[in-house]
């Protein structure tokens, strides 16, 4: 099989990011597919500068089954896919890594795009990260109230910033 992608700088990356990440959603990957990993569909995110480099801000809540894997392995990726693989990312969202074989029920097919990750043949762009800082989110210092209203359980987000170690882009 050809290897479906180019590796292209961060700067290179196509698209709306605001778009890619509330409406499109991604795939937020932790763990080797050889041995044991977990994703989840995940629609708050960023990317940006920080520190001198090109980072990715993803948020994961503690009772998600990725909050383990994005705490014991040093990389995460983030996988984007076309319209067509809706479905697919809907199912991984509604649906928890303890419970079900999320590769299995969605056809996705996982591969190893370097050090210890895994992401997805079928995405059209995946970005490699290697976590740099984590912070639990912090109620107490929220600007607008109306911001501690999308957590009804309080269950609050770590936020993990990652530096973007590899872009792969679907080559057709």
Not at 71 to 81: C, I, L, P
Not at 117 to 128: G, I, N, P, Q, W
């Amino acid at each position: 099989m050809n290897f479906p992608f180019v590796e292209i700088t961060p700067a290179e990356i196509p698209g709306n990011v605001f778009k890619m990440m509330a409406g499109d959603w991604f795939l937020l990957t932790a763990g080797a597919p050889a041995g044991d990993f977990n994703t989840m569909t995940a629609a708050w995110g960023a990317l940006g500068v920080l520190w001198n480099r090109e980072v990715s801000f993803v948020f994961v809540r503690p009772q998600r089954y990725t909050w383990n894997y994005m705490e014991k392995n040093r990389r995460y990726t983030m996988s984007f896919f076309d319209e067509k693989y809706r479905k697919a990312l809907e199912y991984c969202g509604s649906h928890s890594g303890r419970d079900v074989d999320k590769t299995g029920e969605t056809g996705l097919t996982p591969f190893e795009p370097g050090k210890g990750t895994t992401a997805f043949l079928e995405a059209k762009l995946v970005l490699v990260c290697r976590k740099l800082y984590h912070q639990d989110i912090d109620s107490s210092r929220f600007a607008e109230g109306w911001i501690d209203e999308l957590y009804p359980e309080k269950g609050y987000h770590r936020m993990y910033v990652g530096a973007i170690e590899k872009v792969l882009l679907r080559k057709d």
